[in-house]
Nanobody, 122 residues
Framework: QVRLVESGGGLVQAGGSLRLSCAASGGTFSTYTMGWFRQAPGKEREFVAYTSWSGTRYHADSVKDRFTISRENAKNTVYLQMSSLKPEDTAVYYC????????????????WGQGAQVTVSS
């Protein structure tokens, strides 16, 4: 059983930056594809980015060139560096894990963290 714990959320002004972290335990971290999703009030949870166990990275068009996902297998941690933040980036951000290759569909992920709130003020 994999446990995921996000940290690093908070309140930031538009144009600012934040880095989210997700610490994993209970599994062999390097064998999992790790993803970030987000859910704004009244909206469905949407894909943000993933980093696969093979090293492939992929970002949603809405965050491409502003957000960067990375992982540090020695620390069992995945990161989401967010810059040039916009008010529409306001959401609860979730870390997720799957043994599958790079996938963007949330139903393909088996393990989820509790979420971290990111609020971007205008």
């Amino acid at each position: 059983q994999v446990r995921l714990v996000e940290s690093g959320g908070g309140l930031v002004q538009a144009g600012g930056s934040l880095r989210l972290s997700c610490a994993a335990s209970g599994g062999t971290f390097s064998t999992y594809t790790m993803g970030w999703f987000r859910q704004a009030p009244g909206k469905e949870r949407e894909f943000v980015a993933y980093t696969s166990w093979s090293g492939t990275r992929y970002h949603a068009d809405s965050v491409k060139d502003r957000f960067t996902i990375s992982r540090e297998n020695a620390k069992n941690t995945v990161y989401l560096q967010m810059s040039s933040l916009k008010p529409e980036d306001t959401a609860v951000y979730y870390c997720a894990a799957t043994r599958l290759g790079g996938v963007v569909r949330r139903e393909m992920y088996d393990y989820w963290g509790q979420g971290a709130q990111v609020t971007v003020s205008s």
